[in-house]
Each structure stands twice: as structure tokens, then as C-alpha cells.
């Protein structure tokens, strides 16, 4: 199954569920000792959940600036795959572009484009425009 992001009539496409999980997971994994949402409420929780609200995209935005400065310091074998079992990897192993260097350049969606700087596209577009709400919709 494919996930995307709709933010009014717009929805990019983001990938596979799996490839989404993927990056919550490593978040999560990486950056919250304290548990998923510990540190990055509005992304893990809310996000994760399928909506962001407009009255949360400013703190969304400020929450994936922190996690792509703190992901860039982290090497790409440090991708969590699953959080619930570890033993999962990637479909691609360890085949991944020579330009991905961190956790902040691992996740590429499916047409090519940085899934934070999606991300943070879409937080800002909610922030200024008339819709209420982005939402995590199947693709």
C-alpha cells in the first residue's frame, strides 16, 4: 500500500506504509530514549496518526527542524526499519544512493524528493493557507 500527503486538493505521494513507518521508527528510535512522542509530540503522535492540524504547524515545523539537525549526525546504518522488531532492514539492504551520507538524506520518497523537505513544505503551506488540516491518506 502507498501513503501520501493531502494537504487541500494536493497529495504527494510519499511510498510504501512500510517506508513511512520506517521513518517514524527511526525517529523514534534514534532521537527519543524516552519512547515514541516523547520528545516530538506533534509528529509522532499526531502526524503518525494520519492529521496535522493548522493550529500545530508551526510547532510540527520546529519539531522536523530538530529532528533533520539531529538525524544528520547519525550514519545511514542506523535506519530503524521497525521499532516493534529490529530484525527488519530495508528491501534494499544496504544498496543505498552514495549521496546519502545521514538519517537526514535517508528518506527519499517514491518520485525522488526528500520526504523532510516534504514534510516541511507541506507544514509551512498548512501554516499560511485556508485548509485546516494535512492528513496521511492512502495513495
Known amino acids: 500500500m502507498t501513503v501520501g500527503i493531502r494537504l487541500g486538493q494536493i497529495t504527494d505521494e510519499i511510498g510504501s506504509s512500510s517506508f513511512l513507518y520506517a521513518f517514524f521508527s527511526t525517529i523514534s528510535g534514534n532521537l527519543e530514549p524516552d519512547g515514541w512522542g516523547s520528545r516530538f509530540p506533534i509528529l509522532m503522535r499526531q502526524l503518525y496518526a494520519g492529521r496535522l492540524q493548522q493550529s500545530d504547524a508551526a510547532d510540527a ?5 530538530m529532528v533533520r539537525r539531529e538525524l544528520a549526525d547519525l550514519p545511514p ?6 521499532l516493534e522488531d529490529r530484525t527488519q ?3 534494499w539492504g544496504d544498496d543505498i544512493a552514495p ?6 538524506t535517508y528518506f527519499v520518497t517514491a518520485h525522488g524528493r526528500d520526504l523532510i523537505a516534504l514534510l516541511a513544505e507541506v507544514f509551512e503551506a498548512l501554516q499560511e493557507g485556508e485548509d485546516t488540516s494535512a492528513r496521511i491518506v492512502d495513495y
Open 61 to 65: 515545523l520546529a519539531e522536523l527542524h
Open 77 to 82: 546504518a542506523r535506519v530503524i526499519w521497525s
Open 89 to 91: 532492514h530495508p528491501p
Open 99 to 104: 549521496d546519502i551520507d545521514s538519517l537526514a
